[in-house]
């Protein structure tokens, strides 16, 4: 692979430099060397962005939504071709294992896929009021929309947020994280190439302070997709309340998985491994890293999951190994940090907890057992291999477990009692209820939070009302 690709911002359909000149390097986390230097957009970038997303608004808009649905297709048909090529990409920036970001890959084609066939069927109601009136609802772009895309699923990301908007006939100008911008500039390459007419599709990397911030705050911007820390969704909506623009906010967790006797414990076990260690190092909003376990079963499933920890494979993503780097070195400060603060809260964790002696930001998968539901490694997002186990000794305690947090994301559980499973969805205050496997759902589930963990909903059906906006037309046709 080489890194002569286009590193520049993406405005207007011109790979272009930032106005004040200013790169900034991007490292491979496996062995923390430079892959290439990227653009940094600042202020005037972003107004150049905007001013160009906001032109090219309102032929897109007039877009007819078939010829929309087709060059979304055709998007997709592109990314699906450059999969290796993409996934390759994606490994050396972000870190992942590369069947993981094979998979990424898949996933942002879908996500075209599924917001193409969406692009004709977007459409109001007709309400029955009396015969004197003909009434119905239009649904309509908001237009020019800014998406802050985090480091974590960086391609994948770029699909889930912008297939809707450009489907529903907005623009789009998406900012990727400064840590990962190279897939991102890459699907805006193959926009063009297929079709999908200049400014429809801006690509501006560059630092959140300055270029997302401009993006947040930008007074033309009509509405934010935002992912990432809650510290700073609450920074991003307080920029768009200035503009009353809307923010759609996906944000952390901290996520119960809770494992009842009743289970398939073969099953738990692996879905627990997937959940916290084996998927992008535990660097997932979604991550199941509050173990909930029942006392009778506790001993047995937690030594049998120390076990399979301890025997996945740690190393560089392009190796394909269960767990890769973590993708930085602040993330891998901020890991290491939190593995100090568990010893200092329960002891030495069960399995891993050391960092290997070599380059690249690597953490072992780290089991604390016997850990109060108070610790701070069991109610603050640590994002990373690291889990937190809790027991408990009946369903009210573990339901009760399960809400005490200020996130609401994901709650999980595995059991074989059906009415158990209803009850635990029934209470659970989160956004999505995994029952038996984690990770459920797809590109047409919906997807957002419940307290802490943000508003809006990404995915699904209900991505296209996060960007939309209806109007009611109301006529008097009769005449007393
Ligand atoms: N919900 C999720 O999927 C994610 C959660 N996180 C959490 O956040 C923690 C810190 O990671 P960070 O990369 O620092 O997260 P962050 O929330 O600061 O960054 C996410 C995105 O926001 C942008 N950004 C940063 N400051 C901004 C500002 N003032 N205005 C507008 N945009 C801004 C960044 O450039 C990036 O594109 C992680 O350890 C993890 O706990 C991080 C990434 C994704
Ligand atoms: N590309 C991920 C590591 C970094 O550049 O911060």
């Known amino acids: 692979m080489t890194t002569t690709e286009k590193h520049d911002l993406l405005i207007d359909g011109e790979f272009i430099p930032a106005t004040s000149g200013e790169r900034f390097v991007t490292l491979n986390p496996a062995t923390e060397e430079p892959i290439t230097e990227v653009a940094a957009a600042d202020k005037e970038d972003i107004d150049r962005a905007v001013e160009s997303a906001h032109e090219a608004y309102p032929k897109w808009r007039s877009t007819a939504p078939e010829e929309r649905g087709r060059l979304l297709t055709a998007l997709a048909a592109r990314i699906r071709e450059e999969t290796d090529y993409l996934a390759e990409l994606e490994t050396r920036d972000n870190g992942k294992p590369i069947s993981q970001a094979r998979s990424d890959v898949e996933g942002c084609a879908r996500y075209f896929e599924y917001y193409a066939g969406i692009a004709d069927k977007i459409h109001g109601d007709s309400i029955p009021l009396t015969d004197k009136y003909v009434d119905y609802t239009v649904r309509e772009p908001l237009g020019v929309t800014g998406q802050i895309i985090p480091w974590n699923f960086p391609v994948n990301l770029v699909g889930r947020t912008i297939a809707p908007a450009l489907a529903a006939g907005n623009?789009?100008?998406?900012?990727?994280?400064?840590?990962?911008?190279?897939?991102?500039?890459k699907?805006?390459?193959?926009?063009?190439?297929?079709?999908?007419?200049?400014?429809?599709?801006?690509?501006?990397?560059?630092?959140?302070?300055?270029?997302?911030?401009?993006?947040?705050?930008?007074?033309d911007v009509n509405a934010i997709s935002f992912t990432g820390s809650v510290v700073t969704g609450r920074q991003v909506a307080k920029l768009g309340a200035d503009n009353v623009t809307p923010v759609h906010l996906e944000l952390g967790g901290k996520s119960p998985n809770?494992?009842?006797?009743?289970?398939?414990?073969?099953?738990?076990?692996?879905e627990t491994i997937t959940a916290i260690f084996a998927t992008n190092a535990g660097q997932v909003c979604s991550a199941g890293s509050r173990l909930l376990v029942h006392e009778s079963i506790h001993s047995e499933f937690v030594d049998r999951l120390a076990t399979r920890a301890s025997e996945l494979t740690v190393?560089?993503?392009?190796?394909?190994?269960?767990?890769?780097?973590?993708?930085?070195?602040?993330?891998?400060?901020?890991?290491?940090?939190?593995?100090?603060?568990?010893?200092?809260?329960?002891?030495?964790?069960?399995?891993?907890?050391?960092?290997?002696?070599?380059?690249?930001?690597?953490?072992?998968?780290?089991?604390?057992?016997?850990?109060?539901?108070?610790?701070?490694?069991?109610?603050?997002?640590?994002?990373?291999?690291?889990?937190s186990v809790i027991e408990f000794s009946d369903e009210r305690e573990a339901f009760e477990l399960a809400n005490d947090v200020d996130y609401g994301l994901v709650a999980g559980i595995f059991t074989s009692d059906v009415g158990r499973a209803h009850r635990f969805a029934h209470e659970m205050e989160a956004g999505q209820v995994y029952i038996n496997e984690w990770f459920a759902g797809g590109v047409e589930t919906p997807f957002g939070g419940y307290k802490q963990s943000g508003f809006g909903r990404e995915k699904g059906l209900e991505a296209i009302e996060s960007y939309t906006q209806v109007k009611n037309v109301c006529a008097r046709i009769e005449l007393e």
């Open 171 to 185: 623009v789009a100008v998406a900012k990727p994280a400064e840590q990962t911008p190279l897939s991102a500039l």
């Open 315 to 387: 190393g560089p993503g392009l190796e394909d190994p269960d767990v890769g780097p973590l993708v930085s070195s602040d993330q891998h400060r901020k890991v290491r940090e939190y593995v100090e603060i568990g010893r200092e809260e329960v002891g030495d964790p069960i399995v891993g907890g050391k960092t290997p002696d070599h380059d690249g930001y690597f953490v072992e998968p780290t089991i604390f057992d016997d850990v109060d539901n108070s610790d701070r490694i069991a109610q603050e997002e640590i994002f990373g291999p690291v889990l």
């Open 258 to 270: 809770v494992v009842f006797p009743d289970a398939d414990l073969d099953h738990a076990l692996d």
């Open 187 to 219: 699907i805006g390459e193959f926009a063009l190439e297929v079709g999908i007419p200049p400014g429809v599709l801006n690509v501006v990397p560059g630092f959140g302070a300055t270029a997302g911030a401009s993006l947040a705050g930008h007074p």
